[in-house]
């Protein structure tokens, strides 16, 4: 069994920042493929960032340059931290955890509200 528990979204005012983590439990490997998504009301959930073991990193473009995804092997997490954040980034955020090439797992996401 495996869990994936998203954290740090919240309410924040346009141009601030946010940390999301993300932990992942059970039987899989720390050094496996991780990404971050995000789905916006009424908008289908797309790619924000990803991380194949600790060096191959994708953005989607509208975050480069503000978000950074990084990760701990020691603790098994992920990050995502988000800069200069703008109304157009609020969303639930979903991390995306790889057991293999064909099984993942889902976190329940963690609400992203940029307002002034």
């Known amino acids: 069994q495996v869990h994936v528990v998203e954290s740090g979204g919240g309410l924040v005012q346009p141009g601030g920042s946010l940390r999301l983590s993300c932990a992942a439990s059970?039987?899989?490997?720390?050094?496996?493929?991780r990404a971050w998504y995000r789905q916006a009301p009424g908008k289908e959930r797309e790619l924000v960032a990803s991380?194949?073991?600790?060096?191959?990193?994708n953005y989607a473009d509208s975050v480069k340059g503000r978000f950074t995804i990084s990760r701990d092997f020691a603790k098994n997490m992920v990050y995502l931290q988000m800069n200069n954040l703008k109304p157009e980034d609020t969303a639930v955020y979903y991390c995306?955890?790889?057991?293999?090439?064909?099984?993942?797992?889902w976190g329940q996401g963690t609400q992203v509200t940029v307002a002034s």
């Open positions: 059970g039987r899989i490997a720390s050094s496996n493929h």
């Open positions: 995306r955890v790889w057991a293999t090439a064909t099984v993942n797992y």
């Open positions: 991380i194949i073991g600790g060096g191959v990193i």
